[in-house]
Nanobody
Framework: QVQLVESGGGLVQAGGSLRLSCAAS????????MGWFRQAPGKEREFVAA????????YYARSVKGRFTISRDNAKTPVYLQMNSLKPEDTAVYYC?????????????????WGQGTQVTVSS
């Protein structure tokens, strides 16, 4: 079993920054991609950012492009989501996910493993 554990959420004022981390543990697995999704109250879970391991390509939702950065130092370190210039509309529970195989990287149904989420609240 693979476990993903997110950390780094919290309360921040608009314009501030947070860095989320996602650590993987459990059986050794080789994922094709890892991503971040978020879900605000009363809304569906949506894609935020992802990284494809085969070529290091990164992908971002239009709403966060230029403000958020997904990264990983190496295969043994957590995946990070650096969030800058935060807005109140970024408030949500943020989930880390990993996919064994991936075709449509923004499609949450393609991800096999999920963390339990970390709350991010941005005050105005």
């Amino acid at each position: 079993q693979v476990q993903l554990v997110e950390s780094g959420g919290g309360l921040v004022q608009a314009g501030g920054s947070l860095r989320l981390s996602c650590a993987a543990s459990g059986r050794t697995f080789s994922s094709s991609a890892m991503g971040w999704f978020r879900q605000a109250p009363g809304k569906e879970r949506e894609f935020v950012a992802a990284i494809r391991w085969s070529d290091g390509s990164t992908y971002y939702a239009r709403s966060v492009k230029g403000r958020f950065t997904i990264s990983r130092d190496n295969a043994k370190t957590p995946v990070y989501l650096q969030m800058n210039s935060l807005k109140p509309e970024d408030t949500a529970v943020y989930y880390c996910a990993a996919a064994d195989t991936i075709r449509y990287i923004e499609n949450l149904r393609e991800y096999d493993y999920w963390g339990q989420g970390t709350q991010v609240t941005v005050s105005s």
